[in-house]
């Protein structure tokens, strides 16, 4: 081969190596970062850098050494910065325009003052080498930081095109091999080849190590998936729990609630019994206790609807609930507990409707939570209330429930809502953390302070239904 056969070939490499900045800039078009674009903008010059060299024979000098020589320099540091960006530690501009330029001086200088071939291909040469060891090392460390097998190939690639480009330098320098990209020796050939086998090399190896983040940024996010996942069944379960054993406690007193209905119930029946037995039972009376038993039955069976409701699992379902009226129902479901503890609730409310979006029964359970443990810290205090407001303040719901109980010490005011932290003695300490879980899950908080005067304050807040 001639020396103006290896230009041309040069030349054709150069002009097949343009289109591999463009194609690796496409395939990372949904991950295009500030790195992607220097690398390929820097591909492109090195591309152009080389298409001048193959063609030295047919431009002139300025534009074939300098241009040229600046083309990939200029193309190799912005892919250093491109490759330290990936490393978050990029050069400041002015460092790599520093570095340009000088080696810019330095080429000049030894091509137009010195005159020198050999001194302007050792440097040339020399500074390639030392951009590609960086590229290297850079892709080397980036291969450790996020155990990446392309940035490994990479930088396994560049470092052995460093090793032949100094091996030519130093046959150049010894005066084995001619000081030209263009010579058309076996040496410079295997130097030009390597040097462009391993920029195409190297793209594909950039873009593998977007691919390969890609797939580790998919199983991370398919194995928080499957944690959250597996979490939320936790807490789901925990929560079916917790709804099960509120009510497991409170069996006594709602087994008394359902009684009233049906010895009523009985009771109304027993009359007719009689009444028909002895002839004297008019219509109207009839009609009455039927009614009575009709009453009572229907009662009875909205107790035992409220408690099924409650208990049994079911699917998250969200509708428009009112806080309000879910207030009052829950204390339905603890009136007789509260009866036998001496409880009494007030409610108030400022609009007639305060309204959001949620799963029913998931926030009944944080509100049973609040009314059993108000209930329970006031065990020891003679004064027994519970107040319930419900407010719409700015764009949520706010439903503020305080206790005239024992309020909470610091100790207490720091724990609760940690995973089991309780203070009584047959306590599980899951119910806060719950309800706060419930809470954020439905956009909201759920926070606890201590009355002014006494007592417990506990606040729910949520998005109204409009906002939400
Ligand atoms: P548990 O009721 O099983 O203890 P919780 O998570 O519901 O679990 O409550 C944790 C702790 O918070 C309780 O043990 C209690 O010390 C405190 N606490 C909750 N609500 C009140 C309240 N209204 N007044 C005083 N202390 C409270």
């Not at 030295?56 to 040229?68: C, G, H, Q, T």
């Not at 995973?419 to 953390?433: A, S, Y």
Request: aromatic share 8%; proline share 3%; glycine share 8%.
């Amino acid at each position: 081969m001639t020396d103006s056969n290896l230009a041309i070939a040069i030349t054709l490499i150069g002009l097949l190596y343009l289109p591999i900045p463009i194609m690796a800039w496409s395939v990372l078009a949904s991950t295009r970062t500030v790195s992607v674009v220097h690398w390929c903008v820097g591909g492109g010059l090195f591309g152009i850098g080389i298409l001048l060299i193959g063609l030295r024979i047919y431009l002139p000098d300025w534009l074939s050494f300098a241009v040229a020589n600046a083309c990939v320099v200029l193309g190799n540091l912005l892919r250093i910065q491109a490759l330290r960006l990936e490393l978050k530690r990029p050069w400041r501009v002015s460092r790599w325009v520093m570095l340009f330029v000088g080696f810019m001086l330095v080429y000049e200088f030894f091509r137009l003052e010195v005159a020198n071939q050999f001194f302007r291909f050792g440097w040339g040469f020399g500074i390639l080498a030392l951009c590609l060891g960086e590229l290297a090392r850079l892709s080397w460390q980036l291969s450790r930081v996020e155990s990446s097998r392309s940035a490994r190939w990479f930088s396994w690639v560049h470092w052995a095109v460093v090793v032949v480009i100094f091996v030519r330098v130093l046959l150049a320098g010894l005066g084995i091999s001619r000081p030209s990209p263009v010579a058309a020796d076996i040496d410079a050939m295997v130097t030009v080849v390597m040097v462009l086998l391993t920029t195409v090399l190297g793209n594909f190896a950039f873009v593998g190590i977007f691919a390969e983040r890609s797939t580790a940024k998919e199983v991370v996010l398919a194995q928080e998936q499957a944690q959250q996942l597996e979490h939320s069944r936790w807490r789901g379960q925990i929560a079916q729990l917790d709804r099960q054993r509120s009510l497991g406690a409170m069996s006594a007193s709602i087994s008394h609630e359902l009684n009233q209905p049906l010895a009523a119930i009985l009771l109304d029946a027993n009359m007719v019994q009689q009444g028909v037995a002895s002839g004297k039972l008019t219509t109207p009376d009839l009609l009455e206790n039927i009614n009575a038993i009709e009453q009572n039955t229907l009662r009875a069976s909205q107790i035992i609807q409220r408690i099924r409701n409650f208990i049994q699992p079911a699917p998250e379902t969200y509708e428009l609930v009112d806080l309000g009226a879910l207030s009052v129902d829950v204390a339905d479901l603890v009136a007789s507990e509260a009866r036998a503890r001496q409880v009494k609730f007030s409610f108030s409310r400022d609009v007639p409707l305060a309204r959001v979006m949620g799963d029913r029964i998931q926030l009944s359970q944080i509100i049973l939570n609040l009314y059993r443990n108000a209930m329970q810290a006031m065990a020891t205090v003679p004064q027994r209330d519970i107040a319930v407001e419900v407010r719409n303040e700015a764009a949520n719901v706010v439903l503020r429930m305080t206790d005239s109980g024992v309020g909470f010490s610091l100790h207490v005011l720091e724990g609760m809502g940690t995973e089991f932290f309780t203070t009584k003695p047959e306590g599980l300490g899951v119910g806060i953390m719950i309800s706060r879980t419930i809470a954020e899950q439905h956009g909201g908080t759920l926070t606890f302070a201590n009355a002014p005067h006494g007592g417990a304050v506990a606040t729910l807040c949520l998005p109204a239904a409009m906002a939400a």
